[in-house]
């Protein structure tokens, strides 16, 4: 028996003997969650090339990692941050070699605190971390991720994941996505909203920065047609160069792929990774040049080991895709492209197994796949 199979027959059996002793368990499921046996990439037949990892963090399975962000300081020391859904708090780790470099905050409602952390975006010095049950986005300044404020609380029902851009030197665009459901039905699944009530999957927000944080409700997104609708909604990013947002649409049931907006939040009618997608469309990253050329990468969540495609930016075209020899199980992904001591060329990171965090060098994934390198200017 394998060490994936074994750990899950353990799980299996300890669930019943509690369920035996006790009666119905408690399940904290994740709208994304589905109760059917889990796919893997061993048994998928997609073709790809393996990539080994540069490193693996320690592994804290009591944590439930989901989402990593680099924060990059003034002294050029990168800090390798992943949110901890279990226990409250964020992981800190040298995001050049993966050692464990201390944690942030605790499990409460009080700034500074968290309240099951998953989606986390870090931009200039600032930290965006979104609370699932606090319903709400704190930020945090780095690298003493003292904590400045909040916003969402008014309109955030069960956010996941962010996407930030600046648009002027104190002002950020924010987009959260919330993944707000109809109830459960009699299995303890959530229930996704009829059509006509999915035209908030995401929040736009006008956020001001300064020695606190103001924010305002900037519109809502979510198209509402039967193709164009997001169901199970997570992982989002933007590329306003080409006037596309990208947002993972993750319920398997309808089909799992990644939708393509206009960042002004309307359905362009194109989906990625259609058929392409065996397991679970997950965290989306984009490798972007000044001349506008780059690369999406989007993640494939099978449960062994997972796949990350490579879709050319400007088409959308697949270009390939790739695995690690470890990392599996992924929900958040960060791409940094400017150099670390550790990574001159750029790093991949992506959470393995709600556990920890593997990186990847860029030099390595573009090696395996004869991905060009930017062009100079």
């Known amino acids: 028996m394998s060490r994936l199979a074994a750990r899950g027959f353990l799980s299996l059996s300890m669930s019943l003997l509690v369920a035996c002793a006790s009666g119905p368990v408690a399940v904290d499921r994740e709208p994304d969650q589905a109760t059917d046996a889990d796919v893997l990439l061993a048994g998928a037949g997609v073709p790809h090339v393996v990539v080994a990892e540069a490193f693996l963090t320690p592994m804290t399975p009591a944590d439930n990692v989901d989402s990593p962000a680099l924060s990059v300081g003034a002294d050029g020391r990168p800090l390798l941050l992943a949110t901890a859904k279990a226990s409250g708090r964020l992981m800190k780790y040298d995001g050049d070699t993966g050692a464990p470099a201390g944690v942030v905050g605790r499990e409460g409602k009080a700034a500074g605190e968290f309240a099951r952390p998953n989606g986390i975006f870090a931009i200039d010095d600032l930290v965006f971390v979104v609370e699932r049950d606090n319903q709400r986005v704190q930020v945090l300044r780095a690298p003493a991720m003292v904590a400045?404020?909040?916003?969402?609380?008014?309109?955030?029902?069960?956010?996941?994941?962010?996407?930030?851009?600046?648009?002027?030197?104190?002002?950020?665009?924010?987009?959260?996505?919330?993944?707000?459901?109809?109830?459960?039905?009699?299995?303890?699944?959530?229930?996704?909203?009829?059509?006509?009530?999915?035209?908030?999957?995401?929040?736009?927000?006008?956020?001001?920065?300064?020695?606190?944080?103001?924010?305002?409700?900037?519109?809502?997104?979510?198209?509402?047609?039967?193709?164009?609708?997001?169901?199970?909604?997570?992982?989002?990013?933007?590329?306003?160069?080409?006037?596309?947002?990208?947002?993972?649409?993750?319920?398997?049931?309808?089909?799992?792929?990644?939708?393509?907006?206009?960042?002004?939040?309307?359905?362009?009618?194109?989906?990625?990774?259609?058929?392409?997608?065996?397991?679970?469309?997950?965290?989306?990253?984009?490798?972007?040049?000044?001349?506008?050329?780059?690369?999406?990468?989007?993640?494939?969540?099978?449960?062994?080991?997972?796949?990350?495609?490579?879709?050319?930016?400007?088409?959308?075209?697949?270009?390939?895709a790739f695995a690690g020899r470890v990392v599996g199980n992924t929900d958040g992904v960060w791409l940094h492209q400017e150099p670390t001591p550790r990574f001159p060329q750029g790093v991949f990171y992506a959470v393995h197994d709600d556990m920890g965090v593997g990186a990847f060098d860029w030099r390595d994934i573009a090696a395996a796949l004869e991905l060009p390198a930017c062009v100079e200017h």
């Open 148 to 320: 400045l404020g909040s916003f969402g609380q008014a309109e955030l029902r069960q956010p996941y994941g962010i996407w930030v851009r600046r648009t002027s030197p104190h002002r950020y665009d924010v987009l959260v996505s919330d993944a707000y459901m109809a109830g459960e039905d009699a299995d303890g699944n959530d229930i996704v909203p009829p059509l006509p009530q999915l035209d908030r999957r995401l929040r736009r927000y006008a956020v001001d920065i300064g020695e606190g944080v103001q924010a305002q409700l900037a519109g809502n997104v979510g198209d509402t047609g039967a193709a164009g609708a997001i169901r199970i909604p997570e992982s989002v990013w933007g590329d306003p160069a080409h006037d596309r947002l990208l947002v993972a649409e993750e319920d398997a049931a309808i089909g799992t792929a990644v939708r393509v907006y206009d960042m002004a939040g309307n359905y362009l009618g194109r989906d990625i990774g259609r058929g392409v997608f065996k397991a679970q469309a997950e965290g989306i990253a984009l490798w972007q040049c000044e001349d506008g050329s780059g690369y999406w990468i989007t993640t494939d969540q099978f449960k062994d080991r997972s796949l990350f495609h490579i879709w050319e930016r400007r088409s959308l075209a697949h270009v390939g």
